[in-house]
């Protein structure tokens, strides 16, 4: 059963492995508009590659959350055990993200340490991307 859940991500890597056959045999179209990947399938290559793309996220989102245990030879779903602290009080969690729109970075973080901490990734990550474009425009 552990297996199962690379269901989704091996259905995922077919579907990408078999579109890129259709665009090899021009039975398929890829192209980008703004940032999402529009594929336009023309043969039964293209319809399969896009069909086992679904596969895999549909596998991926319904096999992928689900913590399994062996217990006693069987697979089975059990909820995590939470440790509590001793004494004292419980530490605050820290978070923080980068969403990019385009080009920008949009940071976000539970308190000013970790935002600034995001803000430095996302600000290093827009000069590699800027970097690597206009090396592949041949400006650099």
Do not use: C, K, N, Y
Request: no cysteine; hydrophobic share 60%; charged share 10%.
């Amino acid at each position: 059963m552990r297996g199962a859940r690379l269901i989704g991500p091996v259905l995922f890597g077919a579907g990408i492995a078999t579109l890129a056959v259709a665009l090899a045999r021009q039975e398929a179209t890829l192209a980008l508009v703004l940032v999402f990947p529009i594929i336009q399938a023309t043969g039964p290559w293209g319809a399969l590659g896009v069909l086992l793309l679904v596969a895999g996220f549909v596998g991926t989102l319904l096999m992928w959350p689900f913590p399994l245990v062996r217990s006693h030879g069987a697979d089975v779903l059990e909820e995590p055990a939470v440790v509590l602290p001793a004494a004292g009080p419980v530490p605050s969690r820290r978070w923080g993200g980068i969403v990019f729109l385009g080009p920008i970075p949009i940071v976000f973080g539970s308190d000013p340490r970790v935002t600034r901490a995001m803000l430095l990734i996302g600000v290093a990550l827009f000069v590699a991307l800027l970097v690597l474009t206009l090396r592949l425009l041949r400006v650099l």
